[in-house]
């Protein structure tokens, strides 16, 4: 029978001295010192050390089978540590546990790697034996962290009378802007469910419903390409409200992120956040989603340098392009040879045609790049605007817009990693609003919601939907937490006559319609409140709160990036029979199968 433990491997101290305990758990290290065995006993709380004497023979030779992994109870009795062997790492570091009786619930083998932390192992190992990665207490730290974010979430929304409810994970094939996982459906041949990218339709019918507040921690699912920060299945918080605005949802989605990190990391962040408009964040950081924990704002050379005698700079201006640069602080007197490799560094890594410099230091005083091109005052004048000082290095591009303020988008996110300007320990909020409701695809030759095709656009730019649609703004905003985007939501279209023109700007005919969202719209004819919501990602906060760059190490059993778990080899080949069942028949599948086989 399995002994019940007194206590977890992380609770006992001083205060416990001469207790008697069970302990159960994981041998993590074992140093055999001749006459005294200590071992390390490992759960998911800590560890606690525990010895074995040799002055009880039968229970000091059963200690000595003992390896790492093997999983054993101990009866024991709680003893002080010597002054000098107290380990200040640990919460159970002054005591130990004298053990009296030894149980062996199973053996274990040499693992593919070691159970700790920082190991090297690489990915692929790590993920085909996740069991045991899963045993790392790093790990196990990113899974109750995340287990503590559920919990404060659902508290959060119960306490502001929202309900819980749950959408179908078999639904309708809609497009929503990324390839559907589908289904096949036995009893109906020939026709497929879709894995929900979102809720989205669902949670408007909610509305529709009555139910005036709604979230749900929610599975989705996207057929697309893998990264580091994304996975074919993910979690998101999905949360929709009736008779609202865009600064509700807003202030309801600032407490629930003040809750959140307090609750999971004890870490205080103020209300309300910053915003900043779409045009504004591509302006001054060249991306959507800035990382405003550090400065190099962008400063605009344009008007400067537009009848220029340096042809790059004019002509660039001319064809309705920009000149733009940040000021690296420290950096003026960074050698040629550092400024040739990063120049080749950025052409490569973001496409910009070349890089220009001006260096500003004791030695040289002002020197431009291409000085001999630019009068001395227009030079002043680019040094004055970009609040450049002694010491410091402005760094410029030129190019078609917005093209070239993506570029130094990526320019100053290199900047600020290579010099340490990121401060680490801080979490910076930041909306983001007044998206542009649609973006023309050259290669599709048609308009594409930025959002999704449910956005309401701008009330104030309605008048221009049919004429100048590249011009009009949504209602849409995404929040965004150190440079990463973590949720984003909108106003709805709740008119239907308002979302068949929507659908009619994306090129969705009124039969496309009526086939992917005729319920929906058959809904609007009853009665649709105004409503908005927002969906945050759980994966990807999570991965921010733990410190990590990767969401496989805070996702139990993740996929790699082909989409695959090395651990149980899915997805894998299913029998002929199951396929019949389905009335599918694949030839290309069956050459692949065997050609495996062989």
Partial sequence: MTWKRSHHCSELTTENTGEEVILNGWVATRRDLGGVIFIDLRDRNGITQIVFYETDENLHQKAEQLRSEYVIGIKGVVEKRGEENINEELTTGGVEIRVTDLKIYSEAETTPFEIKEDIATNEETRLKYRYLDLRRPDIQENMKLRSDFYQSTRAYFHNNEFLEVETPVLMKSTPEGARDYLVPSRVNPGRFFALPQSPQTYKQLLMVSGFDRYFQIVKCFRDEDLRADRQPEFTQIDVEMSFVDEDDVMEMTEGLMKKLLKDTIDEEVSAPFSRMTYKEAIETYGTDKPDTRFGLEFADFSELVEDSEFKIFSSTV????????????????????????????????????????????EDDGVKCSVGKFLEEKTVDAMVETAEAEMGDLVLILAGPAPEVHKQLGQLRLMMAEEYNLINEDAYEFLWVTDFPLVEYSKEDHRYHALHHPFTSPHPDDLETLNDNPDDVRSRAYDLVLNGYEIGGGSIRIHDRELQTKMFDLLGIDKEEAEKRFGFLLEAFKYGAPPHGGIAFGVDRIVMILTGGTSLRDVIAFPKNQKAQSLMDSSPDYVDQEQLDDLHITLKEYAKEEQQEQH
């Fill in 318 to 361: 001319e064809k309705g392009g920009a000149v733009l640069g940040i000021t690296v602080p420290g950096q003026g007197d960074m050698g040629r040879g550092a400024i040739d490799r990063l120049t080749e560094r950025v052409q490569h890594e973001t496409g910009a045609a070349g890089l220009i410099y001006i260096k500003l230091n």
